[in-house]
């Protein structure tokens, strides 16, 4: 006799699946992106939207340096995090900013996986798969800047289109023009928003001509019910959308000019003294994990659309495109082939995978991958090398480094290095300004080279310290070296007020 069958054990076991591997997946993305505070420039982002807050407006010139650079104009599109960072650092112990960090990977974790759910027809361990791997794809630029802010938005974005594409109503266009409208005074990656809506409304078009002239590969039920004539309306308003920012047009000029091509030597030697903008193939990123890690996304990626790109709509592949392309032009944009990835890989997934029999070994390959990253992650740190309780930043004032420059006895001017500016405003302006902070697009290539070709020749640091009355030098442990081969230290004329394995604070004790 045949036993009688058990309903319920099937959809207890898959339950327990989809558990666990939900589970793994949070706290894997919890251990890859809590950790503390490891970059200088939010601490001027906070004291830039403690400025706003306090006087309603956003400031329009660089301000805080004691040097004509104060005139130079700032562009502040990045002003809404300003607000929301320094609202954080008043709810939140310093101490304690790893946490609202790691919030932010599992909220970036959570739209990537409703994204890859959608895109995948409902396949939960596929989209918990794919969110993992957009993650740590991300984990290397994973940091408390506004670009962690703009991430979230560009996939509610992403998410917001693919609504459209299914029901191109009302709710669905607001909800697009929502994320773009803060998208626009969160980061100047903001002007990709008008270039994906037109790919989506070109992409839109030519699955029209596909669908009516191609042998049926492709399936059509990607293009949705939106038409072309929506998706061109939809991107005619999300560009007046994108131009609701603090700067208007000449934010769009800032932010393109530094991106594409910068318009003057100046602007070029800027870009090539920050780090997040150097070329892939630059020598001195080839030691980031991150780097690999990207490129090979990329690369699995672009190997399974060549297969299957019938299988494709023409928007899929068209955003592929611009996030390839995007990808390759620069180390900081290594993190975007995750978010290609979650795009063109879910729609692949073959029909045999949305059985209930094939989301156990599904769910096992989910729980495979987060354990991987967790036990890596768990021994060897973050994709930065960082841990939830430690991360080494050689830009972080310690804290006998604080005590120091919160003696209200010090009062004047400062040199000081390029990391350790923002902090300094943020800890102490105005009563200490400094020489230079973080915003090197907006110093300039050439300010930035003569600020670094004092500490190589005695009669420049001599004739800047006369000039602007420097009373105090905060530098970083490389510049204090080349300091002290100056004839202006042999002579006398600095004395150590505060000195640690990372910085030294020295006054000025003799006139120049």
């Known amino acids: 006799m045949r036993p009688f069958p058990r309903p319920l054990a099937q959809p207890f076991a898959a339950d327990a699946w989809r558990l666990l591997a939900v589970t793994l997946s949070i706290l894997c993305v919890a251990l890859i992106c809590i950790q503390p505070l490891r970059v200088t420039d939010f601490w001027l982002q906070v004291k830039i939207g403690e400025l706003i807050v306090h006087n309603m407006r956003i400031p329009n010139t660089l301000l805080f340096p004691f040097t004509p650079a104060q005139n130079a104009p700032f562009h502040a599109h990045e002003w809404l ?51 993992l791997l957009a993650m740590v794809v991300e984990n290397f630029r994973h940091v408390l800047r506004p670009e962690v802010l703009a991430l979230v938005l560009l996939v509610l974005y992403l998410l917001a289109l693919e609504r459209f594409r299914q029901r191109a109503n009302a709710a669905s266009t607001a909800l697009a023009l929502l994320w773009v409208v803060l998208w626009t005074n969160t980061h100047g990656s903001y002007v990709l928003a008008p270039l994906i809506a037109a790919l989506f409304a070109l992409g839109t078009w030519l699955d029209t001509q596909r669908a009516g002239h191609w042998d049926g590969h492709w399936d059509g039920h990607w293009a949705g019910q939106a038409r072309p004539r929506h998706c061109v309306g939809l991107g005619l308003a999300v560009l ?14 800032f932010v393109l000019r530094f991106t594409l ?27 980031l994990p991150g780097l690999w890690i990207g490129l ?11 297969r299957n790109w019938r299988q494709l709509s023409s928007v899929d592949l068209l955003l592929f495109a611009m996030f390839a392309v995007l990808s390759l032009s620069g180390i900081r944009f290594l993190v975007y082939p995750g978010i290609a990835a979650v795009l063109v890989l879910a729609p692949l997934v073959p029909p045999a995978w949305q059985s ?136 006398g004329h600095y004395t150590i007020l505060s000195l640690d394995h990372k910085a030294v604070l020295l006054e000025c004790v003799a006139k120049p």
């Open 296 to 306: 090979g996304c990329l690369a699995l990626s672009g190997a399974l659309v060549l």
């Open 356 to 491: 209930a029999q094939a989301r156990a070994p599904l769910f096992a390959a989910v729980l495979a991958l987060s354990g991987t990253i967790f036990g890596v992650a768990w021994v060897y740190g973050n994709t930065q090398g960082n841990f939830p309780y430690s991360a080494a930043s050689p830009y972080t004032l310690t804290a006998a480094m604080l005590r120091a420059l919160d003696n209200p006895a010090l009062q004047g001017n400062v040199i000081t290095t390029l990391e350790f500016g923002g902090e300094l405003v943020y800890r102490s302006y105005p009563r200490l300004r400094p020489s230079i902070d973080p915003r090197i697009d907006a110093y300039g290539g050439r300010y930035y080279i003569g600020h670094e070709r004092m500490f190589h020749h005695d009669a420049e640091l001599t004739a800047f310290r006369r000039t602007y009355h420097v009373k105090y030098l905060l530098l970083d442990t490389r510049h204090f070296a080349l300091l002290m081969h100056l004839p202006s230290w042999a002579a």
């Open 240 to 253: 007046a959308c994108a131009l609701l920012n603090a700067g208007g047009l000449d934010s769009w000029r």
């Open 261 to 287: 091509g910068p318009d003057t030597a100046d602007e070029w030697a800027a870009r090539n003294f920050v780090s997040e903008w150097l070329p892939i193939t630059d020598a001195r990123v080839r030691h």
């Open 81 to 131: 995090p300003s607000v929301l960072f320094y609202a954080l650092t008043q709810a939140v112990p310093e101490d304690a900013l790893g946490l609202p960090l790691g919030a932010l990977g599992l909220l970036l974790f959570a739209v990537l996986v409703q994204l890859a759910y959608r895109r995948s027809r409902g396949c939960t361990p596929v989209a918990l798969l794919l969110g």
